[in-house]
């Protein structure tokens, strides 16, 4: 019997969804913290906010900590800690303590997900495998900073809700890139015409376009949102 072998990318993109099931795990809790530990609304929602808040305030520095570790130590360690910390969260008999917790959730999360992406990429793309564009898609967000670091040169999308598009778009233009609709029509947030190409430079863009002959694709332009009065 041929030995089953598990696929490398599946193994990071299972561990990084364990890690996000910490963000908003508690919520469904609340009422009976409050219940048992008098937890006060305040505690209540600095605890929910802890993972968030560890991100905003130490996303950098956890980045060059996971990048020193390197990416599997970094995961493994933040498996750890996470597991650690829910753990003792469990068994916790003061609000100062669950929230120390969950601070300690907060930096697990960081160390499993900063590296996760580059992971997914590296594994992906051992000779052999032929797997890394499906893994990537899985790992949803990593397209903009791949493009941004020069590693592809456009993206093509068509879903384009502005909560999955817009932060990245506005780093791709910083940098010299263009966004634009499949009619040729530059990218706006509040708009909801399907189909999207961002590419490192306008001759890139226009190559892509022509290429896949994207004008044929393009959603009637009843789709898009008109702009309102006085706006452009």
């Known amino acids: 019997m041929p030995a089953t072998t598990v696929e490398p990318a599946l193994v990071v993109i299972v561990g990084g969804v364990c890690a996000a099931l910490h963000v908003g795990k508690l919520a469904p809790a609340i009422a009976m913290l409050q219940a048992t530990l008098g937890v006060t609304l305040l505690q209540a929602g600095f605890l929910l906010s802890a993972v968030q808040l560890a991100g905003m305030w130490l996303g950098l520095a956890f980045g060059m900590l996971a990048d020193g570790l390197g990416g599997r130590r970094s995961m493994a360690l933040g498996l750890a800690l996470l597991a650690a910390a829910s753990a003792g969260g469990a068994l916790a008999g003061s609000v100062g303590t669950l929230m120390a917790l969950r601070v300690a959730e907060g930096f697990g999360f960081l160390l499993v997900v900063l590296p996760a992406p580059g992971l997914v990429a590296d594994v992906g793309a051992r000779p052999g495998t032929g797997r890394i564009a499906l893994a990537e898609t899985v790992w949803s967000g ?63 863009a226009g190559r892509v376009a022509a290429l896949l002959d994207l004008a044929s694709l393009a959603p009637a332009s009843t789709d898009a949102v008109t702009p309102g009065p006085g706006r452009p």
Not at 161 to 180: K, N, Q, S, T, Y
Not at 186 to 199: K, M, P, S, T
Request: no cysteine.
């Open 142 to 204: 990593h397209e903009y900073a791949r493009l941004a670091l020069g590693d592809v040169d456009a993206i093509l999308a068509w879903r384009t809700m502005p909560w999955d598009h817009a932060p990245g778009v506005a780093i791709v233009r910083e940098l010299g890139g263009v966004a634009r609709r499949l009619d040729g029509s530059d990218y706006r947030a509040d708009g909801v015409a399907r189909g999207l190409l961002v590419a490192a430079d306008d001759a890139i």
